[in-house]
């Protein structure tokens, strides 16, 4: 089938207009027009080769939500005319403990990435939401309910959305809790949301005044400027749980002192060079932990879409036409952007 997507052939080139062919639907597929796809800094990166093995074409996209248009013979939970999302995933190999636990995200043969993963298909490698349509395998089609006029800033919540609540629910945050969020972009602002409907008191922390007030207006019940050390000093040692959203190499120390003992502090963020050596003392001291979380498996992410739609919770976007994605990019570098991109598919057809 072929769809009009936009992607690049180079590392060194800008993305462009591309004919790609899309799968004919199997027993156990679902197709979906695209109606938007958010723009994630993982698009950036892969498509700019920044991070290592990126397959051309690449179209990037992962945070996709359009409707079906056909199911394949042995589909059952879905039907012509459903409101649908694509994450991050497309394929695992449904067979080894984090698969069978519903952790797809952690597969140990390591998950197909919705763009830039292997596949049998041509060219060899997915292509992503920046094109008119999709065909998945249906245990990796999430549901929506979110109602129509929403659906635009549901798409984030595939990528930034459930990179966030995976950890938020891991460390089973909830009433009676002190959460601090690092940071407040794209991930941040939807770990503020989401944090603060799930009950606790929330302090985001931000190296920027000028975003004080944006971030109590997303629900954070304070905000720190994280250069301050007076600021900063008032929160030693009472945090039940931090989530550090931000991507950049710095001080982690900063922070884990913020921690209660038994506090942990969870990595979303892969900086492009490593953050200085945490002090060992600031964690054996108080039984302190770092840790790390990568998006979600296909259940939770169904769960946080759930949640969302019940507690009336979508990101914060900009819309754009395809045509200016190379802008959206140059902008989201300078964080340009409150707080995601996303993409209008109907733009394609121009």
């Known amino acids: 089938m072929a769809t009009k997507a936009y992607g690049a052939n180079a590392a060194d080139k800008p993305l462009e207009a591309l004919d790609i062919e899309r799968r004919a639907v199997g027993p156990h597929d679902v197709a979906i027009d695209i109606a938007y796809c958010g723009v994630c800094h993982s698009d950036l990166h892969q498509v700019r080769s920044e991070w290592d093995g990126t397959l051309y074409p690449c179209v990037p996209g992962h945070e996709i939500v359009g409707h ?8 059952s939970a879905f039907k012509v005319g459903d409101t649908v999302g694509v994450g991050c995933m497309v394929d695992s190999c449904q067979g080894c403990a984090s698969c069978d ?17 292997k596949t049998d298909d041509a060219p060899g490698h997915t292509l992503g939401g920046y094109s008119q349509n999709i065909v998945v395998k249906d245990k990796f089609v999430l549901k929506i309910s979110h109602p129509a006029d929403q659906l635009a ?8 959305g ?7 629910r891991h460390w089973k945050v909830g009433p009676g809790q002190k959460v601090g969020i690092v940071g407040i972009g794209g991930l941040g602002h939807m770990g503020i ?10 302090v985001a922390f931000t190296t920027s005044e000028s975003k004080r007030q944006d971030a109590l207006d997303l629900g954070a019940d304070e905000v720190v400027v994280s250069r301050n ?51 060992v003392g600031a964690l ?8 790390g979380s990568l998006i ?6 169904q769960e946080m879409l759930d949640f969302c739609a019940e507690e009336g919770i979508v990101a914060d976007i900009e819309m754009i036409r395809i045509q200016d994605i190379e802008d959206a990019y140059a902008r989201m570098q300078k964080s340009d952007v409150k707080y995601r991109f996303v993409i209008d598919n109907a733009t394609l057809a121009a």
């Open 229 to 279: 050390a007076e600021e900063m000093q008032a929160h030693a040692n009472s945090f039940d749980f931090i989530l550090n959203t931000v991507a950049a190499s710095h001080n982690l120390d900063a922070f884990t002192t913020l921690l209660k003992r038994d506090g942990t502090m969870t990595l979303v963020g892969v900086p492009e060079h490593a953050h200085p050596s945490p002090n």
């Open 101 to 117: 636990e519903g952790l797809e995200q952690y597969c140990e043969s390591g998950f197909v990435g919705t763009y830039n993963g």
């Open 162 to 168: 459930i990179t966030t609540w995976s950890p938020l």
């Open 193 to 202: 949301k989401l944090a603060h409907a799930m009950g606790a008191k929330v």
């Open 284 to 291: 054996i001291f108080k039984r302190r932990s770092i840790a």
């Open 153 to 160: 800033a549901v798409a984030p919540l595939l990528c930034a």
């Open 68 to 75: 079906v248009t056909a199911v394949g013979d042995h589909v």
């Open 296 to 301: 979600g498996g296909i259940a939770e992410t």
